[in-house]
């Protein structure tokens, strides 16, 4: 994997470089990156803009924007109404940064929110990350508002029935009409990438693995790639594969729970019960092979901590062939229920340009026609090699509610070909090798890991003692969430679950 890096004088050179890339490049913005380097001589705040091709299977590289930003005036161009996937990024840089998107069409505070002290930003180096900050009481957060006959507002959030993470949802509707969607997340940020300021390598890879529960395989993946890049080295080939099984499993057991979900937004109880059982009959498996029900401790930096036995291998052989009699009869059951399918059909539409535009990733991008895969763009795990496994990139066009069902299920039976193929080619061998202790300094690593909603993008550096200066992750669900509020206005408010539990995202990897 390739990183080219353009660093720029005039920071008001950027737009014109980034809609080079976006247009006849056609690349697409993977993430931003912000930095306080003002202890370093330069002394100042930098911006690194990260861009990917979007051709399918097109070379494996990032191009890097750089611009630096003098901390006593920190004010960038703003990127939004050209590359409107910067939009998150711009408004979370001005808040944990203090760096100024100038130009951006939504001035609102996004990670903290209303009643945070003014001028304090959490990520740059002086802040102390230990203290307390008093906050004061906050008045109604500001919100697009719909004005006309009929016209109602419906508040859902941010504490919810179900067992679920907050997040604020504000319907502008007439009638059951969606009319306008506004969504307000962040309610439980941890700071972690702050946290992770100065840990030692492998302190560091057990935040990132907690990052999010159901994505510990994928996280921990990406943060040891990127780990491995600066370190110069590749984890065994016997190492690679069972990465890659544990990668496959997670993307399985999320995709049939996620199967079963959608089916409780639309009141099908047998197909929430189908599903749920289908991802317990897997979640004990994960915990025969790892020990925990998430995977976790099953990758490490260097390889992978566990091996797996012959009759480990057997175990899962049988729960795969189970797994797929069960998902293909609980799609038949979908697809043969008009009630469902009559929920599900032009229900919460996202289209192919909109997906485009917002940089959408996984089954969300795929379902709206984007052929984007990291695990063939980006390839990683045992998909790298002279030999890489035959992946099939299901994509579909409709981009709604049935075409996101419908690609997740075909990528579960994806998953469990490949995890097949994965065991067919495991050899004996060593499972780790080992990092230099410490690690070169000042060097910066890349990696795109295709989890189970998407292309997550990992930015890592060490400092000067081989430690972690700064660490930065983009999930998939960062870029995603704006999709549903998008796609929430095709909808009516009552099938607004279906929109969301389609698009299945995760609060954890976003507030982070």
């Known amino acids: 994997m390739a990183d080219h890096t353009v660093r720029f004088v005039d920071p008001a050179d950027l737009p014109a470089a980034a809609a080079v890339l976006t247009g006849s ?133 941010p504490i919810h029935a179900g067992i679920i993470e907050p997040g604020h949802f504000r319907f502008s509707s007439v009638g059951e009409t969606v009319l306008n969607l506004d969504a307000r997340l962040f309610y439980t940020h941890r700071g972690l990438e702050k946290r992770m300021e100065g840990l030692s390598p492998l302190d560091a890879f057990y935040v990132v693995e907690r990052i999010c529960g159901v994505c510990s395989v994928a996280h921990g993946l990406g943060y040891c790639e990127a780990l491995e890049q600066i370190a110069g080295v590749a984890a065994p080939p016997r190492a690679r594969l069972i990465r890659t099984i544990a990668l496959e499993l997670e993307r399985l057991y999320n995709h049939v729970g996620d199967v079963g979900n959608v089916c409780a937004g639309a009141a099908f109880h047998y197909g929430t019960t189908a599903g749920m059982r289908l991802k317990e009959t897997l979640q004990q498996v994960n915990e025969r092979l790892a020990g925990n029900r998430f995977l976790r401790g099953l990758v490490i930096p260097g390889g992978a901590r566990l091996d797996l036995s012959s009759d480990l291998l057997r175990v899962l052989a049988a729960t795969l062939r189970d797994t797929l009699a069960g998902l293909d009869a609980l799609m038949e059951r979908i697809e043969a229920n008009p009630s469902v399918v009559d929920r599900l059909d032009d229900t919460g539409v996202l289209h192919h340009q909109t997906a485009l535009d917002l940089a959408v990733a996984g089954v969300a991008a795929r379902a709206s026609g984007v052929d984007r895969d990291a695990r063939r763009d980006h390839p990683h795990g045992a998909f790298v090699g002279v030999d890489p496994p035959d992946l099939h990139v299901v994509t579909a066009s409709e981009g709604d509610a049935m075409a996101r069902v419908t690609v997740r299920a075909l990528e579960a039976r994806e998953s469990i070909r490949l995890i097949g193929e994965f065991v067919r080619r495991l050899e004996a061998g060593p499972l780790q090798i080992a990092l230099a202790d410490p690690l070169p300094g000042g060097r910066i690593g890349i990696s795109a890991i295709e989890s189970a909603r998407g292309e997550a993008v990992h930015w890592l550096r060490t400092d ?23 796609a929430g206005q095709t909808a009516i408010v009552p099938d607004f679950p279906l929109v969301n539990k389609s698009f299945e995202l995760c609060y954890s990897c976003t507030d982070r």
């Not at 380097?37 to 750089?66: I, M, Q, S």
């Not at 700064?470 to 509020?485: E, G, I, M, Q, T």
């Open 464 to 486: 000067a003692a081989g430690r972690v200066e700064r660490y930065h992750l983009r999930s998939p669900s960062y870029h995603n969430w704006p999709a549903v509020a998008l």
């Open 25 to 157: 490049h056609a690349m697409a913005l993977a993430t931003v990156v912000a930095t306080d380097e003002t202890a370093t001589p330069d002394g100042d705040l930098k911006v690194r803009y990260v861009f990917e091709p979007t051709a399918p299977g097109g070379p494996d590289r990032f191009v890097t924007l750089v611009i630096s930003v003098d901390a006593t005036r920190p004010e960038v161009p703003s990127l939004t109404t050209l590359v409107p996937a910067a939009n998150w990024h711009e408004r979370e840089m001005r808040d944990l940064f203090g760096i100024v998107p100038v130009g951006h069409p939504d001035p609102r505070p996004l990670v903290v929110h209303d009643g945070w002290p003014q001028g304090v930003f959490p990520l740059r180096k002086a802040f102390d990350g230990s203290r307390r900050v008093a906050v004061e009481p906050a008045a109604e957060f500001p919100h697009l508002v719909a004005e006309g006959e009929g016209v109602f507002e419906i508040p859902v959030g």
